[in-house]
T-cell receptor, first 109, second 115 residues
Framework: GQNIDQPTEMTATEGAIVQINCTYQ??????LFWYQQHAGEAPTFLSY????GLEEKGRFSSFLSRSKGYSYLLLKELQMKDSASYLC??????????FGAGTRLAVHP | ETGVTQSPTHLIKTRGQQVTLRCSSQ?????VSWYQQALGQGPQFIFQ???????GRGNFPPRFSGLQFPNYSSELNVNALELDDSALYLC??????????????FGEGSRLTVL
């Protein structure tokens, strides 16, 4: 079966660092994506990990451990515009992304 | 802007009716996926089309069907609408060969309300 688990909600302060964890179980695995989705908008691509380790991309970094079925998204120097839902999405092959319910992040001053 | 366009943006139907949603993929993208996103949930995979053929399907009943055309645009059809079909329907395109990560590029979605 397929199961993706991430926290429902998180809050953080502007300028701080926040880590959003994701654990997953999928029947096939072709890498893991993180997407950002602002309320009422389409998801937008943030990062992709296929090998174990950390991928850094500006203020955002993503980590993957395939053996543990675990990933996290790290957001540094938080800004108010980072308030959004963050979706963890393992790829089950042929770019079929399986999305979790998402983590709603609220950044406050 | 991802270059993926969907229409209509909003629509209201009643139970039992049928609906067709349309999607134009980003230029050069030959693969289109459809997702259903209920309020407060993540997108749920409906199916994917590659070169005009269905290439994988999620846990949705047969009344959800689709088409892909030679220009790679796509339609999602839903028959016998139910109240629970009320959701945002997202189309996403990709070109798995051309892109390293194979990330999906999403359109803004069609918000369907079933009364």
């Amino acid at each position: 079966g397929q199961n993706i688990d991430q926290p429902t909600e998180m809050t953080a302060t502007e300028g701080a660092i926040v880590q959003i964890n994701c654990t997953y179980q999928t029947s096939g695995f072709n890498g893991l994506f993180w997407y950002q989705q602002h309320a009422g908008e389409a998801p937008t691509f943030l990062s992709y990990n296929v090998l174990d380790g950390l991928e850094e991309k500006g203020r955002f970094s993503s980590f993957l451990s395939r053996s543990k079925g675990y990933s996290y998204l790290l957001l540094k120097e938080l800004q108010m515009k980072d308030s959004a839902s963050y979706l963890c999405a393992p790829s089950g092959g042929y770019n079929k992304l399986i999305f979790g319910a998402g983590t709603r992040l609220a950044v406050h001053p | 802007e991802t270059g993926v366009t969907q229409s209509p943006t909003h629509l209201i139907k009643t139970r039992g009716q049928q609906v067709t949603l349309r999607c134009s993929s980003q230029s050069g993208h030959n693969t289109v996926s459809w997702y259903q996103q209920a309020l407060g949930q993540g997108p749920q995979f409906i199916f994917q089309y590659y070169r005009e053929e269905e290439n994988g399907r999620g846990n949705f009943p047969p009344r959800f069907s689709g088409l892909q055309f030679p220009n790679y645009s796509s339609e999602l059809n839903v028959n016998a609408l139910e109240l629970d079909d009320s959701a945002l329907y997202l189309c996403a395109s990709t070109n798995p060969i051309a892109q390293g990560a194979g990330e999906l590029f999403f359109g803004e979605g069609s918000r369907l309300t079933v009364l």
